[in-house]
């Protein structure tokens, strides 16, 4: 559990990016963000949506330092793990390790939320992590992608948007908002 710092500001800190990037070659970096903000707030809780890639990486990396996670999901649990699976293996991607690593994650998640969306599958889910969000924690390759081309989904709701989210909602970089660069893969 994470140690309260009299002074310092209770936060929740959202974790989000890229699902296909290679987020175990930027855990050192995860872990100096996590330091940084450590050193302004008080980090009560991670809240990621523990997908492949990213989002996983994020929270393995809190887990590690011994903060609580929130689980934000975009489907029911058992529905979510198959779409992960599935989701993987439609983009070339092994996934049966890393589908025991999000279970292991969901697994010590203290609390979970549910948070849909009709037409971009994991929308929901970011904008219920930025609306949580204290500080948001990005890995991101800097590509703004958008959500709809032609009238018609092309992105399930993703890193670009839960940015663009977060500095309308007025977190700062460098400050509140640390924006980890990947390559997609």
């Not at 889910?125 to 032609?150: F, N, R, S």
């Given at each position: ?21 290679q ?15 450590a ?23 809190a ?67 930025v ?55």
């Amino acid at each position: 559990m994470s140690k309260t710092n009299v002074g310092k500001r209770d936060v929740v800190v959202a974790g989000i990016g890229h699902r296909f990037c290679q987020a175990q070659n930027h855990n050192e970096e995860i872990l100096k963000v996590f330091r940084q903000i450590a050193e302004r707030y008080n980090v009560v809780e991670v809240a990621t949506c523990c997908a492949l890639g990213a989002d996983l990486a994020i929270a393995e990396c809190a887990i590690s330092l011994g903060y609580p996670i929130c689980a934000i999901l975009p489907m029911e649990r058992q529905l979510y793990l198959q779409e992960i699976l599935l989701d993987a293996t439609q983009n070339g991607k092994t996934a049966t390790s890393d589908l025991r690593r999000v279970e292991n994650v969901l697994n010590r998640a203290h609390r979970t939320i549910v948070a849909t969306h009709p037409t971009h599958p994991y929308l929901g889910a970011t904008q219920k992590l930025v609306e949580v969000a204290d500080v948001l924690v990005a890995l991101w390759d800097g590509v703004q992608t958008p959500l709809e081309q032609d009238g018609k989904p092309i992105n399930q709701g993703g890193t670009y948007h839960g940015i663009f989210m977060a500095l309308n909602k007025g977190l700062q970089l460098g400050t509140s908002l640390f924006v980890v660069k990947v390559a997609r893969n």
